[in-house]
């Protein structure tokens, strides 16, 4: 069973910075492409960024890029969301999924994901 464990929320000032973990157990992590979203009360889940199985690519939502940075550490089972000039709109819960499928194009949508986590709180203060 593979479950998805994500840490690293909390507070921060506009403009501050936050660093998302998300652990992952299970033997096969390195072959999943690994997805973070984000989702307000009554709203969609949106797709923030994802990484390819071996990190050779990447790709972000406008909203983010520029500002935060997926990673991933395949030794360590955990996939990670630099969030950098963080701005009051970015105030959400934050999900880590992964993908089991090996998607022509990087998944962005929720229902390409497998797996799912909790979530995280992110409060951006203004």
């Known amino acids: 069973q593979v479950q998805l464990v994500e840490s690293g929320g909390g507070l921060v000032q506009a403009g501050g910075s936050l660093r998302l973990s998300c652990l992952v157990s299970?033997?096969?992590?390195?072959?999943?492409?690994m997805g973070w979203f984000r989702q307000a009360p009554g709203k969609e889940r949106e797709f923030i960024s994802v990484?390819?199985?071996?990190?050779?690519?990447?790709y972000y939502a406008n909203s983010v890029k520029g500002r935060f940075t997926i990673s991933r550490d395949n030794a360590k089972n955990t996939v990670y969301l630099q969030m950098n000039s963080l701005k009051p709109e970015d105030t959400d819960v934050y999900y880590c999924?992964?993908?089991?499928?090996?998607?022509?194009?990087?998944?962005?949508?929720?229902?390409?994901?497998?797996?799912w986590g909790r979530g995280t709180q992110v409060t951006v203060a203004s």
């Open positions: 999924a992964a993908a089991g499928v090996s998607w022509v194009r990087l998944p962005t949508t929720p229902g390409q994901y497998d797996y």
């Open positions: 299970g033997p096969t992590f390195s072959r999943y492409s």
């Open positions: 990484i390819s199985w071996d990190a050779g690519s990447t």
